[in-house]
């Protein structure tokens, strides 16, 4: 036999079998030309003949897809908009075109559902899937390349994909807008919450830093960069600042920021006493009075607001008789009833001006009322008509008659003064206008006149 320069074939002299002397591979050879020879057994010389045996050696699936590379890495950020990740690489050494060298793949493992391989061996992700740095940072897939011979043989490669990371989410607050109310009273360091972000990055992109951007003027508030803990860095005064709208903002590692508005709303604390715009006040009435009359009315206020700040009145000296009473509410002071300046000329009231806060806080103020004295009697003469005789020598300036009238009004409307208003045309007579003394003012003349009716006035 020629034609097999490696032995693998021998062939049996008798019978004429050729036969295998070793393994064939037929990814080397895949075809032999033998040239056999057959002798007889003829003498002096035998005779032969020659023939030519093809051998075509038929594929056995006896090679391994195998991967070139074995691994594979690739890095991605999450925003990541394309499909196409990596083409993996697998081959077969058995005849090509045949079941032993049709290869396919699959993902075996760390699939999620967001990655697909198709049949040339390229790595893309699903039309459903995304990469996710907060879910996800590293996806680890195991894809199997196998052929379609019997018995199929298979090996997998292994592809690292690594998610980078995007500042893609902004803080947020749980709310748009909060509202607190804390009281004036309340004390320096006090925390009225702690307010807290979320943002779904990680890493420095979602370290939040907490900072108040506006309305914390004057500098009343103080807020913790890291906590988040909002807190009251001076004492408060209602009648300076009743409210702050204050807006605060969250920022992370990656420069993105978000807001809230923060509403505090400052309750009163009754702090401040009732204050009146004068210590004393002065009012006055006739006395001539018969029913309610408002006679003045007390002007106080107080600083605080609410309850804190509704003032009330009351009489609590001075009141004698009861003649007076006030508005609780709004200080009027009226007179109840009459009042005689002649029985007392001035009342002095003591006035308790307090607040409805707890504990309730109040002042006293004095009140003056004087009673103005009204003319309403006439004045009355005493002892009248009066006679007097005088002779006719008498001298300029001799009393002639006293006349007396009596008034019962008091001080200036009590005083009566005295003047002749008729029967003295000659003015023979002069009165004095307090005492009442009628005088001679001239000489008397018997036999020109013997007498004088004179009326005088009160």
């Keep these: 036999v020629s034609g097999d ?21 037929r990814e080397t050879v895949n075809l032999y030309r033998l ?25 056995y699936n006896d090679h391994v897809p195998l991967y070139s590379p074995e691994f594979y890495s690739i890095e991605l950020n999450e925003t990541y908009s394309g499909t196409y990740l990596v083409q993996l690489n697998c081959t077969d050494g058995d005849e090509i075109n045949t079941e032993n060298t049709q290869l396919s793949y699959r993902i075996v493992s760390g699939n999620a559902s967001v990655f697909r391989v198709n049949s040339t061996g390229a790595v893309s992700l699903t039309a459903a899937g995304s990469l996710d740095y907060e879910q996800d940072t590293l996806h680890r897939l195991s894809v199997e390349c196998s052929d379609a011979g019997n018995p199929r043989l298979s090996s997998n490669a292994v592809t690292l994909v690594t998610v980078l990371p995007i500042n893609e989410h902004t803080p947020s607050f749980a709310q748009p807008v909060y509202n607190f109310t804390i009281s004036e009273s309340s004390a320096v360091g006090f925390i009225i919450t702690t307010l807290s972000a979320a943002d779904n990055d990680l890493g420095a992109d979602g370290s939040i830093k907490y900072a108040i951007e506006s309305g914390n ?32 903002s969250a920022a992370d590692g990656g420069g993105l920021i978000g807001r809230t508005i923060i509403n505090i709303n400052i309750s009163d604390v009754n702090n401040n006493d009732p204050v009146c715009n004068r210590q004393t006040f002065s009012f006055q009435t006739s006395e001539n009075i018969t029913a309610r009359v408002e006679v ?9 607001t609410g ?45 308790d001006v307090s607040d409805q806060g707890s504990p309730a806080r109040s002042i006293s103020v004095t009140v003056l009322v004087e009673v103005q004295a009204v003319n309403r009697f006439a004045p009355v003469f005493l002892g009248a008509p009066y006679t007097a005789n005088v002779l006719e020598n008498a001298t300029i300036g001799t009393t002639v008659s006293q006349i007396n009238a009596s008034d019962a009004d008091s001080e200036e409307f009590g005083r009566v003064s005295y003047s002749i208003v008729s029967g003295n045309g000659d003015n023979v007579f002069l009165i004095d206008r307090l005492s009442g003394a009628i005088v001679l003012a001239t000489t008397l003349d018997y036999e020109s006149n013997r007498s004088y009716l004179l009326t005088a006035e009160a």
């Design 35 to 59: 040239l056999v020879n057959a002798t007889d057994n003829s003498q002096p010389r035998p005779l032969y003949s020659q023939t030519e045996v093809l051998l075509t050696i038929l594929d």
């Design 5 to 25: 320069p490696m032995d693998q074939f021998t062939i049996r002299a008798s019978s004429g079998e050729i036969l295998t002397s070793r393994a064939l591979d």
């Design 217 to 248: 003027n004057p500098l009343t508030f103080f807020l913790d960069s890291v906590t988040g803990a909002l807190g009251l860095r001076r004492t408060l005064d209602r009648t300076q600042d009743s409210e702050f709208r204050l807006i605060v």
């Design 296 to 304: 003045g009315r007390l002007s106080c206020s107080d600083a605080d």
């Design 307 to 351: 309850v804190s700040g509704r003032l009330q009145y009351s009489i609590t000296i001075g009141n004698t008789g009861g003649r007076f009473s006030i508005d609780a509410s709004d200080g009027r002071l009226f007179v109840t009833g009459p009042v005689s300046r002649s029985v007392q000329a001035v009342y002095s009231l003591l006035v």
